[in-house]
C-alpha cells in the first residue's frame, strides 16, 4: 500500500503528524533489530568462540541502550507548543542526535583500543587465536543485510522528515553495515591463518566511526547553537520578493532557528504614499510568499518603514 504525504519542492514532509509518525518509526524500527541482533550476537560470539562477533554484539547492546534514550528524545519534541515554548520542543530532536553522536564516538574509541591492543598482543605472541565457527560468519552476514535495508530506509525517512534523529541512527546503521564487514573478513582472514586481519579491520572501523560521530555532533550542535543559513537565506529571500508589487526595497532580514524551524523577523520598504491597509496587505503577502517557498519556515514578522514617494 502506498503511503500519501505533503512534500514540498525539496521532497520534505511539511506536515507535523506525518513527520512525526515516520521519525517514531524508523526509531522503533532501530530499536527492535539492535535488541534482536544484540541477543544473536552475543550468544553466537561465545558459543562460536568469535571474540570479533562478541564485541559487535556488545556494541548492538549498547545500541539498545541509546536508541531507548533517542525515543524518549522523539517522543518529547512531538509535543505541542506552550506559553514557555511557543514554537513547540523540536530542540529535543537535536539533543537525541547528540545522544546517538557521543554513543558513536565513544565506541569509535573502545573499538579501536581494543582492535589496536589485540593486534599488539597477537604480533608479540602474547595471545592464541581460537578456532572460529562458521556460524559467526552467516551471522555476520545477516547482520549487513538487514542493517543495509535499515540504512536505505531511515537515509529516506531522515530526508523526507529533514530530522537530524533519524539521520544520525541512517549514519549509526552504517557503522554497525562496515562493522559486521570487519567481522566477516576478519572471520575469513581468520580461518585462513591471517588472525590480525580482524584486529585491523577493527581499528580501520572505528575511525569511520569516529568520522560519522563528529559529523552528527557538529550538525546537531549547528541547529541547538541557532546556526542559520545566513547568506544564503538572504539570498532566497530577496528572490521571492523581487517582483512582489508594492515593495519598494529591503532593510534587514533577520532569522531564527527552533530545532529545524525557522522564524525571520523582517524589516521592508513600502510608498510612503499609500494607506495604512495598503502597506499591511504587501506585508501580509510578504509572509504568505515566503512561508509557500521556504521549507520549515514556522513564522515571518514583517515590520515596513515608509519611503517618501521621489
Given amino acids: 500500500m502506498t503511503e500519501e504525504y505533503q512534500l514540498n519542492q525539496d521532497g520534505v514532509i511539511t506536515g507535523h503528524a506525518e513527520r512525526s509518525k515516520l521519525s517514531a518509526r524508523a526509531i522503533t524500527l532501530a530499536l527492535t533489530a539492535n535488541v534482536i541482533l544484540a541477543l544473536l550476537k552475543t550468544i553466537v ?10 564485541a559487535d554484539g556488545i556494541n548492538s547492546s549498547s545500541d539498545v541502550v ?12 512531538r509535543k505541542p507548543a506552550d506559553d514557555d515554548h511557543p514554537y513547540g520542543h523540536s530542540q529535543y530532536e537535536s539533543v537525541g542526535a547528540l545522544v546517538v553522536g557521543a554513543f558513536i564516538i565513544t565506541a569509535a574509541f573502545t573499538i579501536f583500543w581494543n582492535s589496536i591492543q589485540s593486534l599488539v598482543d597477537l604480533l608479540q605472541g602474547r595471545s592464541e587465536v581460537a578456532s572460529t565457527g562458521p556460524l559467526a560468519l552467516y551471522v555476520a552476514l545477516f547482520t549487513v543485510a538487514l542493517k543495509g535495508f535499515l540504512f536505505i530506509y531511515t537515509r529516506i525517512l531522515g530526508r523526507k522528515t529533514n530530522n537530524p534523529t533519524v539521520k544520525a541512527v541512517a549514519l549509526d546503521h552504517r557503522n554497525d553495515i562496515l562493522s559486521a564487514t570487519a567481522v566477516v573478513i576478519g572471520t575469513l582472514m581468520a580461518r585462513l591463518g591471517y588472525a ?25 550542535t549547528d541547529i ?49 504614499d499609500i494607506s495604512v491597509n495598503e502597506g499591511d496587505s504587501i506585508a501580509d503577502e510578504v509572509e504568505k510568499r515566503l512561508i509557500a517557498e521556504i521549507a520549515f519556515l514556522q513564522a515571518v514578522h514583517v515590520h515596513y518603514h515608509s519611503r517618501p514617494s521621489a
Fill in 45 to 54: 560470539g561465545i558459543f562460536a568462540h568469535s571474540s570479533a562477533l562478541l
Fill in 196 to 220: 590480525w586481519a580482524d584486529p585491523l579491520a577493527g581499528a580501520i572501523v572505528a575511525v569511520f566511526f569516529l568520522m560519522s560521530g563528529i559529523s552528527i555532533l557538529q550538525d546537531s
Fill in 66 to 77: 541509546y536508541n531507548l534514550a533517542v525515543s524518549f528524545f522523539v517522543r518529547a519534541a
Fill in 224 to 272: 541547538l547553537m541557532d546556526t542559520v543559513p545566513g547568506k544564503e537565506l538572504d539570498k532566497k529571500v530577496r528572490g521571492i520578493l523581487e517582483e512582489l508589487p508594492g515593495l519598494k526595497g529591503i532593510e534587514e532580514i533577520q532569522a531564527h532557528r527552533f530545532g529545524q524551524y525557522l522564524v525571520i523577523n523582517l524589516s521592508i520598504l513600502v510608498d510612503g
